[in-house]
């Protein structure tokens, strides 16, 4: 099992996880959260914003489906702005073990 965390605009996190979704992969958790990547924010006019609100999709999902997934988030995910940067990033952790809490059963 893997964890698949895309960080994304905001404006794109209802369309990646439709997209998920509709590729099968339904169950995605969203949190808002805000931050900045290598361009260190970004500067609109005299003013400065360190940081920027984004949307953060968590996943766990068996290994054999990574591949996928990153498809779909990098596509449904990418702006398509010529020169644009902070359309997000996805990282990916391994997962030893999940538990469903209702039930007790282990796996996803």
């Given at each position: 099992?893997?964890?698949?965390?895309?960080?994304?605009?905001?404006?794109?996190a209802g369309f990646v996880m439709s997209e998920l979704s509709d590729?099968?992969?339904?169950?995605?958790?969203?949190?808002?959260?805000?931050?900045?990547?290598?361009?260190?924010?970004?500067?609109?006019?005299?003013?400065?914003?360190?940081?920027?609100?984004?949307?953060?999709?968590?996943?766990?999902?068996?290994?054999?489906?990574?591949?996928?997934?990153?498809?779909?988030?990098?596509?449904?995910?990418?702006?398509?702005?010529?020169?644009?940067f902070g359309d997000g990033k996805i990282f990916i952790s391994p997962?030893?073990?999940?538990?469903?809490?209702?039930?007790?059963?282990?796996?996803?």
């Amino acid at each position: 099992m893997i964890l698949v965390r895309a960080i994304v605009r905001p404006e794109k996190a209802g369309f990646v996880m439709s997209e998920l979704s509709d590729a099968g992969f339904p169950a995605v958790t969203k949190l808002d959260v805000a931050g900045r990547g290598k361009q260190r924010g970004v500067k609109v006019g005299d003013i400065h914003y360190d940081e920027i609100p984004k949307e953060m999709l968590l996943m766990v999902i068996d290994d054999k489906y990574k591949d996928d997934v990153i498809s779909i988030i990098m596509r449904s995910a990418k702006t398509g702005e010529k020169g644009a940067f902070g359309d997000g990033k996805i990282f990916i952790s391994p997962v030893e073990e999940a538990y469903t809490i209702s039930s007790g059963t282990s796996g996803l």
